[in-house]
């Protein structure tokens, strides 16, 4: 089954405590990105990768790490995790090919809730 | 200001009814347009994108696109209780290497009984 899976799905840390999020994709999509969605605010970037070993900052990157070692794989790194940083996060991937008509659907992972105290 | 913005709602609607979801842009290099369902606590799915002008239907599900008004619309028609969700609009131009989605806060739909 075509799938993007994230692990933990539920997380409470404390802060400070570095912690990672799993992504994985069986796809064999180039492209995958983290989202954190907030009430009131939506779903914003944190960061995107576009394959292997190609990162870059999305709109909301601070206090967050990535990497893209292997193509399926996409971890999202919190070095010192604070309060602000409790949110829904999902991971998301897609083929990359331009064009028009290329419509590169983004499928979602399942989310992780993370409460940071 | 938000580069994708919708009515955060809730829309009601009675059952058997069109429902309609609105949404505006401002990026004028925006290609395509996607709509996304989310139930809560659970992930976006897509519903629908359209990058032409005009209408595209799927279904009960027609997605519009005017991009001299920057401005997409979903259409429901026969919605339907299972229909109750928050709708997201999401735009695709060319920043982010020309995948990214920017998406607005979403709008929540009722449908009752």
């Known amino acids: 089954e075509a799938q993007v899976t994230q692990n933990p799905r539920y997380l409470i840390t404390v802060t400070g405590k570095k912690l990672t999020v799993t992504c994985s994709q069986n796809?064999?999509?180039?492209?995958m990105s983290w989202y954190r969605q907030d009430p009131g605010l939506g779903l914003r970037q944190i960061y995107y990768?576009?394959?292997?070993?190609?990162?870059d900052k999305g709109d909301v990157p601070e206090g967050y790490k990535v990497s893209r070692k292997e193509k399926r794989n996409f971890p999202l790194i919190l070095e010192s995790p604070s309060p602000n940083q409790t949110s829904l996060y999902f991971c998301?991937?897609?083929?990359?090919?331009?064009?028009?008509?290329?419509?590169?659907?983004?499928?979602f992972g399942p989310g992780t809730r993370l409460t940071v105290l | 200001q938000k580069e994708v913005e919708q009515n955060s709602g809730p829309l009601s609607v009675p059952e058997g009814a069109i429902a309609s979801l609105n949404c505006t842009y401002s990026?004028?290099?925006?290609?395509?347009f996607f709509w996304y369902r989310q139930y809560s606590g659970k992930s976006p799915e897509l519903i629908m994108f359209?990058?032409?002008?005009g209408d595209k239907e799927d279904g009960r599900f027609t997605a519009q696109l005017n991009k001299a008004s920057q401005y997409v619309s979903l259409l429901i028609r026969d919605s339907q209780p299972s229909d109750s969700a928050t709708y997201l609009c999401?735009?695709?131009?060319?920043?982010?290497?020309?995948?990214?989605?920017?998406f607005g806060t979403g709008t929540q739909l009722k449908v009752e009984l």
């Open positions: 999401a735009a695709k131009g060319l920043t982010g290497g020309g995948n990214k989605l920017t």
């Open positions: 998301a991937s897609s083929l990359f090919s331009r064009g028009q008509g290329r419509v590169n659907e983004q499928f």
């Open positions: 990768s576009m394959n292997v070993e190609v990162t």
């Open positions: 796809m064999n999509h180039e492209y």
């Open positions: 990026d004028r290099g925006s290609q395509s």
């Open positions: 359209i990058y032409s002008n």
